[in-house]
């Protein structure tokens, strides 16, 4: 896979990372070059006498360096796709020295590894639906396939611990209301990590992980009461679903293991899901630091008939990288399999199709073609998946005071949105990230901070200083179509878009 220098940017992890790579695109700083089709490498003369050996594997791409930072990929690995991406001619072709080659060869062996287990895996899963679909009880059929003597039991042990965990957090969020937000104090804070941890230690991580994301808000911003009262009202009902579990369709059961932490295995998604087979567009992709040296990367797709989105979720410990690059504005054909839930958004990669520009890597091309726009219109049709008969006066009412033309279309453009984020929460209350495109939004500097602006309405955005002045110096004060995540109180810009241009004219994170 060969990558420009705008596909090179998309890779980096940060602004900084971006920066620093520039300054090492000089050929003398690269004693050593090569390229074949299977990977790119250097050495790179730093300040110590060894040259740090840098490495890419094209399928992916994956890197490697000798070098001691923690980010990945590094300003090395970046630098030296950038300058193949300028100059391929100084890359010298053949067959790659031994520490790339004995690299690449534990990768292949590694990947064969892992596509052995899946396979076992989705025969067991598909042979666990095919008894379910006969009518044998879903927990015998698993313990048949996975474990008869233990299977069964270590589910019910662990679903017997999140009940106990959060039968005793609702009484102790009762004790904390009782006492009144007044009181909370940095020791009531402590308490509450401590109470956190507690879910942890109780199989339930992501309860630990929500009481953790409410102490965060204790006296950050004038309106923190508020939030607060609504993480901690999640929590409770929470705690009032997993008490009468067993009362509950099977998607919200499965929408209550995600918010435990505990999702439904892959191979069990990749044999009984729904698969969506459609012309997918990359609306906007993020990666972000969640943990010491734990990367998250989101990736938010639209399909162009089916007008569904989707997003695929990837983590990478340490100097380990994800696989495939998602670049925005892309698309490719591709067949979906979604995770289980109420309102199912969260997809695996299954099918590419032969005339996709990813093959096998699972990288979207750069190319944007007529229907990349199309997905990004949320007037269109094919892309806005509410009601048809929503009432016609809904939506004069919530374009009250709207003129005619762009300000007309921002208005419905908006209402289908937050329809849209309506229809997920009603179905999933503890959906945290909801994916947004907003049309004809003017980013404005005001007292309160950083704000989008159209038709008289002002969404807050959570955005770095210079992303936000970028995103301002692109849209010089004219409208842009802006993608980004929706927390129900801020919107994270990842991309905006100009009328008309090829591409997106702004990606969050690139310098």
């Known amino acids: 896979m060969t990558l420009t220098m705008e596909g090179v940017l998309a890779l980096a992890p940060d602004e900084a990372s971006a920066k620093a790579a520039r300054g090492l695109i000089a050929p003398a700083k690269w004693p050593v070059l090569g390229a074949n089709d299977a990977a790119v490498w250097g050495e790179c003369q730093g300040s ?71 396979q076992k895996a989705v025969e067991r899963a598909a ?20 474990d008869p003597d233990g299977a069964t039991r270590r ?18 969020l009762g004790d904390q209301l009782g006492r009144g937000l007044g009181a909370i104090d940095d020791a009531t804070i402590r308490g509450w990590r401590t109470m956190a941890a507690r879910m942890v230690d109780a199989q339930a991580p992501g309860l630990g992980q929500r009481l953790g994301a409410a102490a965060d808000v204790w006296r950050v911003g004038a309106d923190w009461p508020e939030r607060l009262l609504s993480r901690l009202g999640l929590l409770q009902l929470a705690c009032e679903a997993i008490s009468r579990r067993e009362t509950l369709s099977p998607e919200v059961q499965a929408d209550l293991r995600t918010l435990c932490g505990w999702p439904v295995d892959q191979s069990e998604v990749l044999a009984t899901g729904e698969r969506v087979t459609d012309r997918w567009v990359v609306l906007g992709a993020i990666v972000e630091e969640r943990d010491a040296r734990l990367n998250e990367r989101r990736v ?14 990837d983590h990478a410990h340490g100097a380990r990288g994800f696989d495939g690059v998602w670049l925005p504005g892309g698309a490719a054909d591709l067949t979906l399999v979604f995770h289980p839930g109420a309102a199912p958004m969260r997809a695996l990669v299954v099918e590419t199709s032969p005339t996709t520009t990813i093959a096998s890597t699972q990288s979207i091309g750069s190319a944007v073609e007529p229907s990349t726009m199309q997905a990004l219109d949320p007037d269109a049709d094919a892309n806005t998946d509410v009601d048809a008969d929503v009432d016609a006066d809904a939506d ?42 907003l049309a004809h939004a003017t980013p404005v500097q005001t007292e309160s901070g950083p704000q989008l602006v159209a038709d008289g309405r002002a969404l807050p955005l959570r955005l770095g200083d210079s992303d936000w002045w970028t995103l ?28 008309g241009a090829v591409g997106p004219a702004w990606v969050r994170g690139a310098a």
Not at 51 to 60: E, I, L, W
Not at 131 to 145: C, F, K, R, T, W
Request: hydrophobic share 40%.
């Open 48 to 118: 110590g006498s060894k040259p740090y050996q840098t490495q890419v594997d094209r399928a992916g791409p994956a890197f490697r360096c000798s070098c001691p930072s923690r980010k990945f990929p590094c300003k090395h690995g970046l630098a030296l796709l950038m300058l193949h991406a300028q100059e391929a001619g100084r890359f010298s072709a053949g067959e790659p020295p031994t520490w790339v080659a004995e690299w690449l060869a534990s990768r292949d062996e590694r990947a064969q590894k892992k596509e052995e287990r899946d």
């Open 127 to 146: 042979e666990r639906a095919a008894q379910i679909a006969e009518g044998v009880d879903p927990a015998q059929a698993v313990s048949a396939l996975v």
């Open 155 to 172: 589910e019910a042990q662990r679903w017997r611990r999140i009940e106990d965990a959060a039968a005793e957090l609702q009484r102790w």
């Open 300 to 313: 938010w797709l639209q399909g162009t008939s089916t007008g569904r989105r989707a997003w695929l979720l």
């Open 396 to 437: 004069a009412g919530a374009g009250a005071g709207v003129g005619a033309g762009a300000d007309a279309a921002s208005a419905h453009a908006w209402s289908a949105e937050w329809r849209r984020i309506a229809s997920r929460v009603a179905a999933n209350p503890f959906a945290m990230l909801h994916p947004v495109v």
């Open 472 to 499: 301002m110096a692109v849209s010089g004060g004219h409208p842009l179509r802006v993608m980004g995540e929706w927390d129900g109180y801020r919107l994270g810009p990842l991309t905006a878009w100009t009328s």
